[in-house]
């Protein structure tokens, strides 16, 4: 399973991206993409993931009501819509699969991207 982040860039706060992750290869079933985030000297944390069998979502807290994410199966492909974005939501992200129920334990997750920067700055 090989996955492919894009999508990060600058944006001032209050703006949008949109990051999208492709998978590629054959995943495991009951499985789950997310997107984590990792800003300089701090823990990487998960932001959201989204089953791929019945497409359960989880956000966390600092990112509900402003981020969406969403999928393709049939182009394997989860897309995470970011809006109203914030100084603090500044980071590198990253999209991770794994199987459904890994939670935001980044050590339980199988399958990695590289990162995309995002940066939020006026």
């Known amino acids: 399973v090989r996955l492919q982040a894009s999508g990060g860039g600058l944006v001032q706060p209050g703006g949008s991206l949109r990051l999208t992750c492709a998978t590629s290869g054959v995943t495991p079933d009951h499985y789950a993409t997310g997107w984590f985030r990792q800003a300089p000297g701090k823990e990487r944390e998960g932001v959201s993931c989204?089953?791929?069998?019945?497409?359960?979502?989880f956000y966390a807290d600092s990112v509900k009501g402003r981020f969406t994410i969403s999928r393709d199966n049939a182009k394997n492909t989860v897309t995470l819509q970011m809006d109203n974005l914030k100084p603090e939501d500044a980071a590198v992200y990253y999209c991770?699969?794994?199987?459904?129920?890994?939670?935001?334990?980044?050590?339980?997750?199988?399958?990695w991207g590289q990162g995309t920067l995002v940066t939020v700055s006026s």
């Open positions: 989204i089953t791929n069998d019945d497409g359960m979502i």
């Open positions: 991770a699969g794994g199987v459904s129920g890994s939670g935001t334990i980044s050590s339980r997750w199988d399958y």
